[in-house]
């Protein structure tokens, strides 16, 4: 059975450090496009990172640019996300995907396959 799970989500002040993680299960996340999504109250699904198929090429959303760190451990079969310095406009719910799609662009939620359930992150000003 194919899943995502995230955790590390969580009640930060502005200006502090969260590390979301992303465990897979029932597939090999190293032959896939794997990406960190958001979604705020009100707002459109957008994307934060992620890592292509093509290259392990990877993608910052130009508003975490700096700040925010995507990895992966294979061995683990686990994605992360470091963010730091964190703003209260990066409150959202936090997703991770996986994408069977050969690209070097990555950033589109439309081509993944697999998500997570969320996590939430929400920073106080």
């Known amino acids: 059975q194919v899943q995502l799970v995230e955790s590390g989500g969580g009640l930060v002040q502005a200006g502090g450090s969260l590390r979301l993680s992303c465990a897979a299960s029932?597939?090999?996340?190293?032959?896939?496009?794997i990406g960190w999504f958001r979604q705020a109250p009100g707002k459109e699904r957008e994307s934060v990172s992620c890592i292509s198929s093509v290259f392990g090429s990877t993608y910052y959303a130009n508003s975490v640019k700096g700040r925010f760190t995507i990895s992966k451990d294979n061995a683990k079969n686990t994605v992360y996300l470091q963010m730091n310095s964190l703003k209260p406009e990066d409150t959202a719910v936090y997703y991770c995907?996986?994408?069977?799609?050969?690209?070097?662009?990555?950033?589109?939620?439309?081509?993944?396959?697999?998500w997570g359930q969320g996590t939430q992150a929400t920073v106080s000003s």
């Open positions: 029932g597939f090999t996340l190293d032959n896939y496009a």
């Open positions: 995907a996986a994408g069977t799609f050969i690209s070097a662009v990555c950033y589109d939620h439309h081509d993944y396959d697999y």
